[in-house]
């Protein structure tokens, strides 16, 4: 392990995420296991870094965890993978311009304010 590597704290905080979530991502396998020092501690290198703002901009972006396993898998080398990916991303687009029109109608409704009836339709 070389002396560069970031603790779970200077991880987390360089990603905009708390402890918890670099811990929860490492447990379901969406963050690669880091180094250990000699003492025991988790040491992070770049690629974790890269792996973490990765994941945490395609959540921000609203790709479910099992999406975003897959556009990992996708991302290793040597995998031709940008149709692939295309057509994750316009699925993705799709299932968000669904909510978008949903939550139009909705605003519509509000202001006359049969929500509970919209709802049930």
């Known amino acids: 392990m070389s002396g560069r ?23 379901i396998g969406l963050m690669p296991e880091p180094g250990r020092t000699p003492g025991g501690h988790r040491s992070y290198e770049p690629e974790h870094r ?8 395609s959540r921000e972006l609203g790709f479910g965890l099992d999406a ?17 990916v295309r057509d994750m991303a316009q699925d993705h687009i799709t299932s968000v311009d669904a909510k978008i029109a949903d939550l139009q109608r909705l605003r519509g409704v509000a202001v006359r304010c049969p929500v509970i009836e919209e709802l049930g339709s």
Not at 68 to 84: D, F, K, N, Q
């Open 5 to 27: 590597g970031l603790t779970i704290g200077r991880l987390a905080e360089s990603a905009g995420v708390n402890l918890e979530t670099v811990r929860y991502y490492e447990r």
């Open 50 to 57: 890269q792996r973490l703002r990765f994941i945490r901009r």
């Open 68 to 84: 975003i396993r897959r556009l990992i898998a996708l991302s290793e080398p040597g995998v031709e993978t940008c149709r692939e």
